[in-house]
């Protein structure tokens, strides 16, 4: 009897210390027939940020105008922002041409986001036109240039038509303003410094300018965040999120 009782005894102090020992994991899910087995998360598994990537084609280069006529912007390739308005874009002999097409009867206002290696630059079309440019500083983008603001003037007098050839040669862009044309309309001539840039693009009703609706949709950075009284000397830019705009081909 006693020899029974020290082997019962022995045996749970065995399996007691064993399994204090053990690695507490769960027990495997079952995997259903057919199926693979889940694979734990991992860094280098963590979901790509998905990108946009237009092939602009050629086309006749429409009239700056402020107003996208039927049949102006026939091969452009046509890109939707966030709430169903259009982005149309062409080239023609180093130049983008961008239009935007707002569902909306306001007045609008736009502002073109694009990156040269470490300078991001923006192009502002409201009621005149300016660039501000910002460059790579760590993990934020700090002014360098301000808006300026130029080509006020709506009308088709030579004063105004040179000030606006003007503004093309020196700022390598050119817009009509939001005065100008459709009041829902905005068409912009843009001289790219490389066949391919990425670029955002954002509007905003001339009525609640602090809403501002991105192309690409799903922009997170200070594209689309509100500017209370006017552009800060720090932003937080993610480019790589942006749209690549290929020239190429």
Same mark, same amino acid.
């Given at each position: 009897?006693?020899?029974?009782?020290?082997?019962?005894?022995?045996?749970?102090?065995?399996?007691?210390?064993?399994?204090?020992?053990?690695?507490?994991?769960?027990?495997?899910?079952?995997?259903?027939?057919?199926?693979?087995?889940?694979?734990?998360?991992?860094?280098?598994?963590?979901?790509?940020?998905?990108?946009?990537?237009?092939?602009?084609?050629?086309?006749?280069?429409?009239? &700056?105008?402020?107003?996208?006529?039927?049949?102006?912007? /026939? !091969?452009?390739? @046509? %890109?939707?922002?966030?709430?169903?308005?259009? #982005?149309?874009?062409?080239?023609?002999?180093?130049?983008?041409?961008?239009? &935007?097409?707002?569902?909306?009867?306001?007045?609008?206002? /736009? !502002?073109?986001? @694009? %990156?040269?290696?470490?300078?991001?630059?923006? #192009?502002?079309?409201?009621?005149?036109?300016?660039?501000?440019?910002?460059?790579?500083?760590?993990?934020?983008?700090?002014?360098?240039? /301000?808006?300026?603001?130029?080509?006020?003037?709506?009308?088709?007098?030579?004063?105004?038509?040179?000030?606006?050839?003007?503004?093309?040669?020196?700022?390598?862009?050119?817009?009509?303003?939001?005065?100008?044309?459709?009041?829902?309309?905005?068409?912009?001539?843009?001289?790219?410094?490389?066949?391919?840039?990425?670029?955002?693009?954002?509007?905003?009703?001339?009525?609640?300018?602090?809403?501002?609706?991105?192309?690409?949709?799903?922009?997170?950075?200070?594209?689309?965040?509100?500017?209370?009284?006017?552009?800060?000397?720090?932003?937080?830019?993610?480019?790589?999120?942006?749209?690549?705009?290929?020239?190429?081909?």
């Amino acid at each position: 009897m006693f020899m029974r009782m020290l082997f019962i005894t022995s045996t749970l102090l065995i399996l007691f210390l064993s399994s204090g020992c053990r690695a507490d994991y769960p027990s495997p899910t079952p995997v259903p027939s057919g199926m693979s087995p889940p694979v734990p998360p991992t860094d280098a598994l963590t979901p790509m940020v998905k990108q946009t990537r237009v092939s602009v084609p050629p086309g006749k280069p429409p009239v &700056i105008d402020g107003t996208i006529s039927p049949g102006e912007w /026939g !091969n452009a390739v @046509i %890109e939707t922002f966030s709430d169903g308005s259009e #982005l149309l874009l062409v080239r023609n002999e180093g130049y983008l041409y961008l239009g &935007i097409r707002a569902n909306t009867q306001e007045m609008i206002v /736009g !502002n073109i986001f @694009i %990156e040269h290696g470490d300078e991001i630059v923006i #192009l502002h079309s409201s009621a005149a036109l300016g660039t501000a440019a910002y460059q790579k500083d760590a993990d934020r983008w700090q002014q360098t240039r /301000g808006f300026v603001w130029r080509c006020r003037d709506t009308g088709d007098s030579e004063a105004a038509q040179a000030e606006r050839d003007a503004f093309l040669q020196e700022e390598h862009w050119l817009a009509a303003n939001s005065r100008m044309g459709a009041p829902n309309e905005l068409e912009f001539q843009i001289e790219m410094a490389n066949k391919i840039q990425r670029m955002a693009v954002s509007f905003m009703r001339a009525s609640n300018p602090n809403v501002k609706i991105p192309w690409p949709n799903d922009l997170d950075d200070d594209c689309i965040r509100p500017t209370l009284g006017g552009m800060p000397v720090q932003l937080l830019f993610s480019p790589h999120k942006w749209a690549t705009i290929d020239m190429s081909s």
